[in-house]
């Protein structure tokens, strides 16, 4: 009888591509899928009858923020314990790397740490460092546009000149060529909004030769969103790039009600490039404060402020009470600070959710001492509350939309599938149980029904919690696939 590290038997298996499950044995080897069939004979260190359970490529979070958690925290509990295997880090135009500060980093690059955190000069150091820090989860990285701006620039608000760019280019290029994904704008933020779209254009030029992405948090969320995407969709064209819009969303009461314009318009690019998007499954939205966002209307709640760290987990509207004054007066006060928004509608965010092109991406803060629940929750929250309970997408779909779809999008090779020779990447759950535990009020609990994860074939976590042992990896660029 043949070897092997791991025989998983009986597993209802539902291998990423969304095709119905099969029961089926899974052998791993190393660091990869040996075979898979039924009724394998092996003679196997570790044996774990499935009993039934799914069996699915370990989940891939295409939009997080973990670059500094990664080496910093690289238990990476809050991602390992949902089932996810890959973060990508580098969204909404802020990356660690390739960074070189002059005081303090800029909103919202804060998010991701104090200048003390961003030791990265090189894409290559930050690689070094991810390899010795060895996290539990593998990490993809893309490169932040606000980051290389901050690196070149005097001034954030206005456009880069000719030089500027060609600076920002040869950083680019070095991450590119140490495997980073791609580039990420956050053209949302003052940091990058005066960034003209020339800018941007130019910059994502050298992302074709290398069959890398762009991702972008847009210019705008609100009223004209469909401009915003517009201005994405003729940066990948003109470029000859794929674009992944992040954390697509209509965010504003005013806003309310666009997602089926949105999703056409998405669905009209989708017809001539390779375009997709990703989206987090709650009606609220995190970032730092943002004055412009403050809307009387909307629950605002403040997670973290540095001139008032007593008031964070209270609203906006309540603050602004006790000292008498307006709420935008307030925010001004509370700044620098972090928020949580409930400006998104519930019935805009399941349209978007179910679209074919959507893949799942948490979009979490991991250095917010009261982080939005989709930290902890996001893709459990999309298994057990929107497929098994509400019925908005099959649980086959909801799989590809979080492991070969991504997988696909990113260039991530050898991952995203249970198929013989892949990455031995998997979680084992329990599709009747499982559920995301995280609330707005208790936001850092794991979450229930995640049997066994696997990374690199080691097994990671259990329902006991982390094995601790880490066997993440930095995942560099492979090559993309365009999916109609
Ligand atoms: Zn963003
Ligand atoms: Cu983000």
């Not at 412009?292 to 605002?300: A, L």
Request: aromatic share 6%.
């Amino acid at each position: 009888m043949p070897n092997c590290d791991t025989l998983i038997r009986n597993a209802t298996v539902l291998d990423g591509s969304g095709a119905a499950s099969q029961c089926l044995d899974v052998a791993l080897n190393g660091d990869h899928i040996r075979e898979i069939g039924n009724s394998l004979k092996y003679a196997a260190t570790e044996n774990i009858d499935a009993d039934g359970l799914i069996l699915a490529p370990g989940f891939i979070d295409v939009h997080t923020h973990d670059d500094t958690a990664v080496i910093h925290n690289p238990a990476m509990l809050s991602k390992l314990s949902q089932g996810v295997t890959t973060v990508i880090v580098g969204n909404c135009g802020i990356s660690t790397a390739p960074v070189q500060l002059r005081g303090e980093p800029p909103d919202p690059m804060n998010l991701l740490g104090c200048a003390d955190a961003f030791r990265y000069p090189t894409f290559a150091a930050y690689v070094a460092a991810i390899q010795k820090a060895q996290p539990s989860v593998n990490v993809g990285a893309l490169v932040g546009h606000t980051a290389l701006r901050n690196n070149q620039m005097d001034r954030l608000d206005r456009t880069a000149s000719a030089t500027e760019i060609d600076n920002m280019r040869r950083q680019l290029q070095e991450a590119l060529d140490n495997g980073a994904l791609g580039l990420s704008s956050g053209l949302a933020y003052l940091s990058a909004y005066s960034a003209s779209t020339d800018e941007v254009l130019a910059l994502a030029q050298p992302l074709a030769a290398a069959g890398a992405v762009y991702t972008t948090h847009m210019r705008s969320e609100t009223e004209t969103i469909l401009d915003a995407m517009n201005e994405a969709f003729e940066i990948g064209r003109r470029n000859h790039v794929p674009v992944i819009i992040s954390h697509l969303k209509c965010a504003g009461i005013a806003n309310w009600g666009r997602s089926g314009e949105v999703l056409h318009t998405l669905d009209t690019a989708r017809a001539s490039q390779n375009v997709g998007c990703d989206c987090y499954p709650y009606a609220a939205g995190s970032s730092t404060l943002d004055l412009r966002q403050v809307d009387e209307r909307v629950k605002i709640t403040i997670t973290w402020s540095t001139p008032h760290p007593e008031l964070a987990g209270q609203t906006l509207a309540q603050i602004a009470i006790n000292w008498g004054i307006a709420q935008i007066d307030a925010a001004r006060k509370l700044q620098p600070a972090g928020a949580i928004y409930h400006s998104i509608s519930e019935d805009d965010m399941r349209r978007i959710l179910r679209h074919p092109a959507t893949m799942i991406g948490s979009d979490g803060l991991p250095n917010d001492p009261l982080p939005h629940p989709r930290l902890w929750g996001t893709f459990p929250r999309v298994l057990g509350r929107y497929s098994r309970e509400e019925k908005l997408l099959s649980l086959p779909e909801a799989i590809h939309k979080m492991t070969r779809m991504p997988a696909q999008r990113f260039g991530l090779a050898k991952r995203g599938l249970v198929r013989e020779g892949y990455f031995a990447d998997l979680v084992l759950f329990d599709s009747e149980k499982i559920i995301d535990t995280a609330t707005f009020a208790d936001p850092i609990r794991p979450a229930e029904g995640i049997a066994s994860v696997w990374v690199n074939g080691v097994l990671s976590y259990t329902n006991r919690g982390a094995t601790r042992k880490c066997s993440g990896r930095f995942l560099p660029r492979g090559k993309t696939t365009w999916i109609q």
